[in-house]
T-cell receptor, first 117, second 110 residues
Framework: NAGVTQTPKFQVLKTGQSMTLQCAQD?????MYWYRQDPGMGLRLIYY???????DKGEVPNGYNVSRLNKREFSLRLESAAPSQTSVYFC????????????????FGDGTRLSIL | TQLLEQSPQFLSIQEGENLTVYCNSS?????LQWYRQEPGEGPVLLVT?????EVKKLKRLTFQFGDARKDSSLHITAAQPGDTGLYLC??????????FGQGTILTVHP
């Protein structure tokens, strides 16, 4: 039972390089999310996809783009990496269907640790 | 923007002590969730509270949602080293989005 799988687990980039963080979930969830986690700042939402075919900005979207490739996959792209984007990135998914929508947890991957030099 | 202020940011206690973590906001949330995160892993849900004044217990952990649904607390009785970790509160908003507090790093010493 894999849940939410993120790749890669670690990455070091140089300033200006680009890369895509991959996320896939096998729980048939309709909503997916990308967060970044920095010390003392909790988790901040970068982008989310409420359902397949839709994406929306979160709290800190600048410098990022996303693609909801299909119901399972939601990728995050850094077009021109900057040192300020050094962080741990988490992907999450959630099932919003059914009567108890607000009780549903977000299921998180184990994160991608990204360092930009 | 809805904000959640979580306190304290750090908590270092001895095994057997009690502790309380607070989560406060000026905004009303539809639900309040508490997550626990271990190093190298993603957060895992502990509990969800949805009704103002609701109290839920999970073994030695007691969670409370404020009457006005703007604040919440997590109380741990007789803390154990296995309780060590990062505790995050998160308020539910539209489209299943969550607003997270800054987190509380709890260390329980044997």
């Amino acid at each position: 039972n894999a849940g939410v799988t993120q790749t890669p687990k670690f990455q070091v980039l140089k300033t200006g390089q680009s890369m895509t963080l991959q996320c896939a979930q096998d729980m048939n969830h309709n909503s997916m999310y990308w967060y970044r986690q920095d010390p003392g700042m909790g988790l901040r939402l970068i982008y989310y996809s409420a359902s397949e075919g839709t994406t929306d900005k979160g709290e800190v979207p600048n410098g990022y783009n996303v693609s909801r490739l299909n119901k399972r996959e939601f990728s995050l792209r850094l077009e021109s990496a900057a040192p300020s984007q050094t962080s741990v990135y988490f992907c999450a998914s959630r099932d919003l269907l059914g009567q108890k929508k607000s009780n549903q947890p977000q299921h998180f991957g184990d994160g991608t640790r990204l360092s930009i030099l | 923007t809805q904000l959640l202020e979580q306190s304290p940011q750090f908590l270092s206690i001895q095994e057997g002590e009690n502790l309380t973590v607070y989560c406060n906001s000026s905004s009303v949330f539809s639900s309040l969730q508490w997550y626990r995160q271990e190093p190298g892993e993603g957060p895992v849900l502990l509990v969800t509270v949805v009704t103002g004044g609701e109290v839920k217990k999970l073994k030695r952990l007691t969670f409370q949602f404020g009457d006005a649904r703007k604040d919440s607390s997590l109380h741990i009785t007789a803390a154990q080293p296995g309780d060590t970790g990062l505790y995050l509160c998160a308020g539910g908003t539209s489209y299943g989005k969550l607003t997270f507090g800054q987190g509380t790093i709890l260390t329980v010493h044997p």
